[in-house]
């Protein structure tokens, strides 16, 4: 271990950051005007040219990434690796057998944009879990949009093979574990 006047340095290549984002906050390295992401971290984990790895809505919660290794975090945001994130939603009405089929087939938006594939399963009447392969504009509220509903909540719990640690609060971030890390690597 690495340290200077009693206190740990640093010492790998990247850093990978677990964060139970709060709704109210940005998912950015900084804003003049508003909290971000990065803002919310703890001294001991912070270190310079953080970023989160993928955005969350500024009313969103749930497991944003921070990381300072770009190519990991590009591997994991591009639609063509595939990398699932999961979210929770609930819906303003009822999901049914018509919205799934809708997500599964893919949605065309109002604007022409295309969105791949997804997942929607439905946990209650109007509370689902959604798994997405690609990271469009308010891309889970467009689609709810589209098949005649409104997101009420949305919170991410998963990207790639990495669950939301439970225990961390709103707020509240760790470092990845090995395995952690090592998960994402391999999806």
């Given at each position: 271990?690495?340290?200077?006047?009693?206190?740990?340095?640093?010492?790998e290549?990247?850093v990978?950051i677990?964060?139970?984002?709060?709704?109210?906050?940005l998912?950015?390295?900084?804003?003049?005007?508003?909290?971000?992401?990065?803002?919310?971290?703890?001294?001991?984990?912070?270190?310079?040219?953080?970023?989160?790895?993928?955005?969350?809505d500024?009313?969103?919660?749930?497991?944003?990434?921070?990381?300072?290794?770009?190519?990991?975090?590009?591997?994991?945001?591009?639609?063509?690796?595939?990398?699932?994130?999961?979210?929770?939603a609930?819906?303003?009405?009822?999901?049914?057998?018509?919205?799934q089929?809708?997500?599964?087939?893919g949605i065309?938006l109002?604007?022409?944009?295309?969105?791949?594939?997804?997942?929607?399963?439905?946990?209650?009447?109007?509370?689902?879990?959604?798994?997405?392969?690609?990271?469009?504009?308010?891309?889970?509220?467009r689609?709810?949009a589209?098949?005649?509903?409104?997101?009420?909540?949305?919170?991410r719990?998963?990207?790639?093979?990495?669950?939301?640690?439970?225990?961390?609060?709103?707020?509240?971030?760790?470092?990845?574990?090995?395995?952690e890390?090592?998960?994402?690597?391999?999806?």
């Open positions: 271990a690495v340290s200077l006047d009693g206190v740990p340095v640093c010492s290549k990247h990978y677990m964060m139970n984002k709060p709704a109210g906050v998912s950015a390295s900084r804003d003049p005007h508003a909290q971000t992401v990065v803002d919310l971290l703890p001294e001991s984990l912070y270190r310079k040219g953080l970023f989160p790895a993928g955005r969350l500024k009313d969103t919660v749930g497991f944003v990434l921070l990381t300072d290794d770009g190519a990991l975090a590009h591997r994991i945001l591009s639609p063509r690796s595939h990398v699932p994130k999961v979210y929770l609930r819906l303003d009405k009822p999901a049914d057998g018509e919205m089929k809708l997500f599964a087939g065309r109002a604007d022409g944009t295309e969105c791949q594939p997804a997942e929607l399963d439905i946990l209650e009447k109007a509370f689902v879990r959604i798994t997405i392969r690609e990271g469009k504009y308010h891309q889970i509220k689609m709810a589209a098949s005649g509903r409104t997101v009420e909540w949305l919170k719990i998963r990207i790639g093979g990495v669950e939301l640690d439970e225990t961390l609060q709103e707020g509240a971030s760790r470092a990845l574990t090995g395995q890390v090592q998960r994402l690597r391999n999806f």
